[in-house]
Every structure is written in structure tokens, then in C-alpha cells.
């Protein structure tokens, strides 16, 4: 008994010096000059207006000013600031479709089949997402007490939400995770504030060990976390799919600091027929990137395997090894702007 409380108390000292060593809470930050940064998610929309009162009421996104325009008036796009990172979070880009919807949106679909938010209050949020038009995918028998769920918007795009994850790995953001878990699984009142911030895009390939490898090698960037290999009742349930597995791994997206947004490389033992979309599609058809130098960014892409669709002013469009489509920018964002 001696031994058990000199190593406990051992323990609690060690987390208690740790604590009061380490930054708290962490500050995700945007990184200026970046040679390459993740800036926004395109979406086409046949109603963007709805769509992004969706995204203002659920997720606390804000109106911006941004020049993301894919050769669209700039009257007619729609910016959205998501939340968190020092007011400096990814941009949603919201274009008009005049195309019908060609197919409904799947986890399994090809290309970027959804992203993802960090909430406090999963069952909170549940119910804003139902109020305003949204609806869950996901068939857990009790979606009050479950910590990740998949929904989509009114226009049937596909996101996750799940509870905050100890990332960096630091005493308070466990303290978060742990807490945030803890008010779920037992139907606890939610936390009085509820921090919603932007993650990850998921990109589905039929490889996605190729797709890491290429990105990784554009970004020059390393993997993060531990790789993902789930199957049984927990995917399915929250997929919405059936006797599904995947697999895959995160890399960081450039231009922030650690616990920053990541792409999520997924491959499925089944696929769906649908993707990866094209210019004119409706659904999230892009990701734009800021870069320094457009000329050798570009060439960067294209050495790795990527392929060059448009190139104009200081815009290219270009598609990765899977048809995913990147726009990649020399224009200086609000951010750099502020921040020379």
C-alpha cells in the first residue's frame, strides 16, 4: 500500500509540474510566410445563402471578405471564417451552381467526402444541427451520449463532429478531452462555453498511403497521429454505412502551428461511384492554398504527379494523383496582409 501511494503521489506531482510548465491553454496560430497555406474549402451551392446561414448558426462561422473565386463574381461568393485559431481560421468559399445535384453524397464517395469541427457539447450541437435544416448520419442507439457523430448540411454535404482530442498532448487540453467525454457519456450539463474550431478535410482515395506520400512531399510535412484502421458496430454506426473498414493516417495542413488542421487520407474496402467532383459540381470541389512563389509551387505539384488544369494571373487550378482538385494562389490573404 506503501509503495502504490508513493507511486501515486509520484504521479500527481509529476502532472502537476507538467501543468504549470506547460503553455495552457494552447494557442492554435496561424504561421505567415508560409510557403504553402491551407486558406479554405470551396463549396457550390444551389441556394449558398442557405448553406451558409447553416454554417453561421451551427458552426459559428463568420462573414469574411475573400478572393476565392474560381473565375465567379465576386458579388456572388460568399466567405465564411470559421472559428477559433486567433479569428484567422480556414475560409469557407460558397459559389452558385446552376448544375442539379448528380448523386447523394456518401462517407465512402471519392475525393473530399466531408470534414470535420471539434465541439465541447456533441448532443448541443446535435440539436442546433437538426434546427437548422442539418441531419445525422449516424445510428447510434443513444446519440445523446456519444462522443463523434456524421452529419450533413441541407445541401447533403457530409461533416464530423466529435469531441475535443488531447492535441498537442498537454495536461489541459486532457483535462478538456476528458471533461468533455466525461459530461457526455454520463449526460452531464455541457460546459457554459462551448469551443468550436475547424479540423480536418477528408480526402477518400483508392490509395491512401500514395495520397499521404504526395502531399506530404508538396507540403514537406510529416505524418501526425497514429494510423487509423477501424472496422465493426463503432464505424458503421457512425458512418451510416454497413460492413465497411478503412484505413489512413492525417497529415498537417501548412500555415499553422501544432493541433492545427489536417488532411485525413482514407482509403474504404468500399467505395461509392461518386467523385471526386469537378469545378462545376455541387459539393466541396476545392481546397486553396496560399502560397509564396506560385510559379515553383505549382512546378512542386506537377513533379510529384499532380496535373495542371488553368493557370491565370496569379491562380492555377490543378488536380492531385486522384483528380482532387487544388487551387493553388499567390494573392496575399487578409492575414498576411495584417502581418507582413
Given at each position: 500500500?506503501?509503495?502504490?501511494?508513493?507511486?501515486?503521489?509520484?504521479?500527481?506531482?509529476?502532472?502537476?509540474?507538467?501543468?504549470?510548465?506547460?503553455?495552457?491553454?494552447?494557442?492554435?496560430?496561424?504561421?505567415?510566410?508560409?510557403?504553402?497555406?491551407?486558406?479554405?474549402?470551396?463549396?457550390?451551392?444551389?441556394?449558398?445563402?442557405?448553406?451558409?446561414?447553416?454554417?453561421?448558426?451551427?458552426?459559428?462561422?463568420?462573414?469574411?471578405?475573400?478572393?476565392?473565386?474560381?473565375?465567379?463574381?465576386?458579388?456572388?461568393?460568399?466567405?465564411?471564417?470559421?472559428?477559433?485559431?486567433?479569428?484567422?481560421?480556414?475560409?469557407?468559399?460558397?459559389l452558385k451552381s446552376e448544375k442539379s445535384n448528380h448523386g447523394i453524397s456518401a462517407a465512402n464517395d471519392l475525393g473530399y467526402a466531408h470534414?470535420?469541427?471539434?465541439?465541447?457539447?456533441v448532443p448541443g450541437l446535435i440539436q442546433t444541427i437538426q434546427k437548422n435544416g442539418g441531419h445525422i448520419d449516424s445510428r447510434f442507439e443513444d446519440l445523446q451520449k456519444v462522443p463523434a457523430i456524421y452529419g450533413r448540411?441541407?445541401?447533403?454535404?457530409?461533416?464530423?463532429?466529435?469531441?475535443?482530442?488531447?492535441?498537442?498532448?498537454?495536461?489541459?487540453?486532457?483535462?478538456?478531452?476528458?471533461?468533455?467525454?466525461?459530461?457526455?457519456?454520463?449526460?452531464?450539463?455541457?460546459?457554459?462555453?462551448?469551443?468550436?474550431?475547424?479540423?480536418?478535410?477528408?480526402?477518400?482515395?483508392?490509395?491512401?498511403?500514395?495520397?499521404?506520400?504526395?502531399?506530404?512531399?508538396?507540403?514537406?510535412?510529416?505524418?501526425?497521429?497514429?494510423?487509423?484502421?477501424?472496422?465493426?458496430?463503432?464505424?458503421?454506426?457512425?458512418?451510416?454505412?454497413?460492413?465497411?473498414?478503412?484505413?489512413?493516417?492525417?497529415?498537417?495542413?501548412?500555415?499553422?502551428?501544432?493541433?492545427?488542421?489536417?488532411?485525413?487520407?482514407?482509403?474504404?474496402?468500399?467505395?461509392?461511384?461518386?467523385?471526386?467532383?469537378?469545378?462545376?459540381?455541387?459539393?466541396?470541389?476545392?481546397?486553396?492554398?496560399?502560397?509564396?512563389?506560385?510559379?515553383?509551387?505549382?512546378?512542386?505539384?506537377?513533379?510529384?504527379?499532380?496535373?495542371?488544369?488553368?493557370?491565370?494571373?496569379?491562380?492555377?487550378?490543378?488536380?492531385?494523383?486522384?483528380?482532387?482538385?487544388?487551387?493553388?494562389?499567390?494573392?496575399?490573404?487578409?492575414?498576411?496582409?495584417?502581418?507582413?
Amino acid at each position: 500500500m506503501k509503495k502504490f501511494l508513493i507511486v501515486l503521489f509520484s504521479i500527481l506531482f509529476f502532472i502537476i509540474i507538467w501543468w504549470i510548465l506547460t503553455p495552457s491553454p494552447h494557442e492554435y496560430k496561424r504561421i505567415p510566410n508560409s510557403d504553402f497555406s491551407f486558406e479554405t474549402v470551396i463549396f457550390r451551392s444551389p441556394d449558398p445563402k442557405r448553406l451558409a446561414d447553416f454554417y453561421k448558426n451551427v458552426f459559428k462561422a463568420k462573414e469574411t471578405e475573400s478572393d476565392w473565386a474560381l473565375g465567379d463574381p465576386l458579388s456572388s461568393v460568399i466567405s465564411l471564417r470559421t472559428p477559433d485559431y486567433q479569428e484567422e481560421g480556414p475560409i469557407f468559399t460558397i459559389l452558385k451552381s446552376e448544375k442539379s445535384n448528380h448523386g447523394i453524397s456518401a462517407a465512402n464517395d471519392l475525393g473530399y467526402a466531408h470534414i470535420c469541427f471539434e465541439t465541447d457539447n456533441v448532443p448541443g450541437l446535435i440539436q442546433t444541427i437538426q434546427k437548422n435544416g442539418g441531419h445525422i448520419d449516424s445510428r447510434f442507439e443513444d446519440l445523446q451520449k456519444v462522443p463523434a457523430i456524421y452529419g450533413r448540411d441541407p445541401d447533403g454535404n457530409i461533416f464530423e463532429v466529435h469531441i475535443p482530442f488531447p492535441t498537442p498532448l498537454s495536461p489541459s487540453n486532457i483535462f478538456r478531452s476528458l471533461n468533455s467525454l466525461i459530461r457526455t457519456r454520463f449526460k452531464l450539463d455541457p460546459p457554459e462555453i462551448d469551443k468550436i474550431r475547424f479540423l480536418h478535410v477528408n480526402i477518400n482515395s483508392r490509395d491512401w498511403a500514395k495520397t499521404l506520400s504526395f502531399y506530404g512531399k508538396v507540403f514537406s510535412a510529416n505524418v501526425t497521429g497514429f494510423e487509423r484502421d477501424y472496422k465493426g458496430d463503432f464505424i458503421e454506426n457512425l458512418t451510416g454505412l454497413k460492413g465497411i473498414e478503412v484505413k489512413g493516417r492525417h497529415l498537417p495542413l501548412p500555415g499553422y502551428e501544432e493541433g492545427g488542421p489536417t488532411f485525413e487520407t482514407f482509403t474504404y474496402n468500399h467505395l461509392s461511384e461518386r467523385g471526386p467532383l469537378d469545378k462545376s459540381d455541387i459539393g466541396r470541389i476545392a481546397v486553396g492554398l496560399r502560397v509564396f512563389d506560385l510559379r515553383s509551387s505549382v512546378n512542386k505539384i506537377l513533379q510529384e504527379g499532380g496535373t495542371l488544369l488553368d493557370e491565370k494571373d496569379n491562380t492555377a487550378i490543378l488536380k492531385d494523383l486522384e483528380g482532387n482538385l487544388l487551387v493553388v494562389s499567390s494573392k496575399k490573404s487578409n492575414f498576411e496582409k495584417t502581418n507582413p
